[in-house]
């Protein structure tokens, strides 16, 4: 049987975010001005949240190569306007902690800036001092595109063409993954990227046996896996379905893991396919105007928009959606269904 990864390219994508006007300098040399882009920043200036602030719905989609739209969904933003991602900054707290955020521009018609949105990388409190510590114009699409990006974690062991089982880190481009649906194929590009575990980079914990895994599986919260069931105990529709990762958080065998720094890995082939990840099926990195940015610019042209999904279109993977796991524990039923 032969599975088709939907795609999803054209989604929005919603992030939570505060105005520049929450988020301002309390001490330096732009006292009392609420955040701005790159070329107004300035390092050491000390910036608050103000008291009762609450991160709003930023909804936004590509619009060309470094530009995005914001979509009807936004609860910020004018609906259409178009949004440029200015910046990835630093910021410290007094502790010596440091976190990151990224800074979005919306402007007009005219290209005049209209609001400028923070989405921080990890939470931010209110009554706290933050110190910029850096400014980074090089690297913020690739933040956000690695959000996109599915990714196992270190240790994580892949199911190679001869069976045998080979942790990530010491896989090679060139080295040959069996697939759910094509059988062999040869990896083409291996994405390595150290992170703070905190916010949408904390990655999720399955573990061993909660899904007849053989070991734990550790993966970012986006990454999807493959689950076929006996019994349609979800109502999907039908049998074959793709659940992300963070849909079947039970803070059991299910958890988030917070904390400290995790090493993600993201794994090319020349299509978007199934493999096998601690013996639990996962769908490999899909190529789109969302995560293109991750890849080294030669193979990013390649491949962008290349991946639509897989085998035979008759035969559609459904992504289940949260709404069909609120009400009952998801990871119990799965691995009720697909073992029965």
């Keep these: 049987m032969t599975t088709t990864v939907p795609h999803q390219n054209r989604r929005d994508q919603q ?14 040399a ?15 200036d000390v910036y608050e949240l103000r008291q009762a602030s609450y991160p709003a719905a930023l909804a936004i989609k590509p619009d060309g190569e470094n530009a995005f739209q914001i979509t009807a969904r936004s609860s910020v933003g004018r609906p259409a306007a178009q949004l440029y991602l200015d910046c990835c900054i630093t910021l410290m707290r007094s502790s010596g902690d440091t976190l990151e955020a990224l800074v979005f521009v919306e402007v007009d018609a005219l290209g005049n800036v209209v609001d400028i949105y923070l989405h921080a990388l990890a939470a931010l409190d209110t009554k706290t001092p933050y110190t910029l510590v850096g400014i980074d114009q090089e690297t913020a699409h690739r933040r956000l595109a690695l959000m996109n990006c599915v990714s196992f974690t270190r240790g994580t062991h892949i199911t190679m063409a001869n069976g045998s089982q080979t942790a990530i880190e010491n896989l090679k481009v060139g080295d040959r993954v069996l697939t759910r649906d094509s059988g062999s194929q040869e990896i083409r590009w291996i994405g390595r990227s150290t992170v703070r575990a905190s916010g949408p980079y904390a990655p999720v914990v399955i573990t061993a046996g909660t899904l007849n895994n053989l070991g734990d599986l ?22 074959e379905i793709l659940v992300k990762a963070r849909y079947l958080l039970n803070g059991d065998s299910i958890y988030t893991q917070n904390g400290g720094f995790v090493e993600y890995f993201q794994l090319l082939f020349d299509d978007h396919h199934i493999i ?26 390649k491949f962008k928009n290349s991946q639509p999904g897989l085998g035979n279109p008759d035969k559609v993977a459904v992504e289940v959606n949260e709404r069909l796991l609120l009400t009952e524990n998801a990871a119990k039923l799965l691995r009720r269904a697909s073992t029965r």
């Design 218 to 239: 550790v993966v970012n919260p986006d990454h999807r896996l493959f689950v076929y069931q006996r019994e349609d105990k979800l109502e999907a529709g039908q049998s």
């Design 276 to 301: 096998f990840a601690e013996g639990i099926a996962a769908e490999t990195m899909l190529v789109d105007d969302k995560t293109h940015s991750v890849l080294p610019g030669a193979l990013s042209k």
């Design 15 to 28: 992030l939570p975010v505060y105005r520049a006007s929450e988020f301002r300098v309390v001490n330096g």
């Design 30 to 44: 732009n006292e009392g001005d609420g955040l701005s882009f790159a070329s107004e920043l300035m390092l050491d």
